[in-house]
């Protein structure tokens, strides 16, 4: 296993061992071998006064695999969900590794008919799951921020229903300047992407500041960002 998780870190998805240990949960399959498939409506609410949210990305995924571990740094494709909301690379990645991965989709257009997620709105999207990939994890960027991002991090799928806060996490990639020239979306019209890294690891967003292009009372937040709900579909 030592080559292929190697080839996982590269690719920069974050894996535990667990997978490699103790293999795969072996709940109540069916009659050809596999868990029954079940259909999951996630729906998210943007609960801040002023901030936007890009679409979302969302993935039901076994319990080895995470789209951030805090403390440590962001993948690159992290990096650019944050600073970008750019979701495609990091949903290619996913979708590569389907004995960790079941099932990726992202939000689509919301009732005002643009696929940002305004403030008081919600959008859901419709997902996979089974007993075997039993975990739901979601990422979408804040707009206006540098490197802030919205997400839910392996939650358990419900049996029936669920409701979580989601907080909002600082990609540790790119500097909190708060200029506009640095920041993509309608407010601010800037560039969504920069080099290398900033503090260096994910951390809890300290929010907006005021200290750049941006007024504090407009687009400062406090956590948590979103509601999230999960129900099972029969």
Same mark, same amino acid.
């Given at each position: 296993?030592?080559?292929?998780?190697?080839?996982?870190i /590269?690719?920069?998805l974050?894996?535990?061992?667990?997978a490699?240990?103790s293999?795969?949960?072996?709940?109540?399959?069916?009659?050809?071998?596999?868990?029954?498939?079940?259909?999951?409506?996630?729906?998210?609410?943007?609960?801040?006064?002023g901030q936007? +949210?890009? %679409?979302v990305?969302?993935?039901?995924?076994?319990?080895?695999?995470s789209?951030?571990?805090?403390?440590?740094?962001?993948?690159?494709?992290?990096?650019?969900? /944050?600073?970008?909301?750019?979701t495609?690379?990091?949903?290619?990645i996913?979708d590569?590794?389907?004995? +960790?991965?079941?099932?990726?989709?992202?939000?689509?257009?919301?009732p005002?008919?643009n %696929?940002?997620?305004n403030?008081?709105?919600?959008?859901?999207?419709?997902i996979?799951?089974?007993?075997?990939?039993?975990?739901?994890?979601?990422?979408?960027?804040?707009?206006?921020?540098?490197?802030?991002?919205v997400?839910?991090?392996?939650?358990?799928?419900?049996?029936?229903?669920?409701?979580?806060?989601?907080?909002a996490? !600082?990609?540790?990639?790119?500097?909190? !300047?708060?200029?506009?020239?640095?920041?993509?979306? %309608?407010?601010?019209?800037?560039s969504?992407?920069?080099?290398?890294?900033?503090?260096?690891f994910?951390?809890?967003?300290r929010?907006?500041?005021?200290?750049?292009?941006?007024?504090?009372?407009?687009? !400062?937040?406090r956590? %948590?960002?979103a509601?999230?709900?999960?129900?099972?579909? !029969?």
């Amino acid at each position: 296993h030592m080559k292929f998780s190697k080839a996982l870190i /590269a690719s920069s998805l974050f894996l535990s061992t667990v997978a490699f240990a103790s293999g795969h949960d072996n709940g109540n399959h069916n009659g050809n071998g596999s868990p029954v498939e079940r259909t999951y409506a996630v729906t998210i609410t943007n609960i801040t006064y002023g901030q936007v +949210f890009t %679409p979302v990305l969302v993935a039901t995924h076994t319990r080895a695999a995470s789209f951030f571990v805090l403390g440590e740094a962001p993948s690159p494709e992290l990096a650019d969900l /944050a600073e970008g909301g750019a979701t495609g690379g990091l949903q290619m990645i996913l979708d590569g590794l389907p004995e +960790f991965v079941m099932d990726t989709n992202t939000s689509g257009i919301t009732p005002d008919g643009n %696929p940002l997620i305004n403030p008081g709105e919600s959008v859901t999207v419709y997902i996979t799951g089974n007993r075997d990939y039993n975990r739901l994890s979601l990422a979408g960027m804040l707009l206006p921020t540098n490197d802030t991002f919205v997400a839910i991090d392996s939650m358990p799928l419900p049996r029936k229903h669920s409701a979580s806060m989601a907080l909002a996490y !600082d990609a540790g990639s790119e500097e909190n !300047d708060e200029l506009c020239a640095n920041i993509p979306g %309608p407010q601010c019209m800037g560039s969504p992407f920069s080099e290398g890294l900033a503090e260096g690891f994910v951390h809890i967003s300290r929010g907006i500041s005021g200290e750049g292009d941006l007024l504090a009372s407009d687009y !400062d937040w406090r956590n %948590p960002v979103a509601r999230v709900t999960v129900r099972l579909m !029969d």
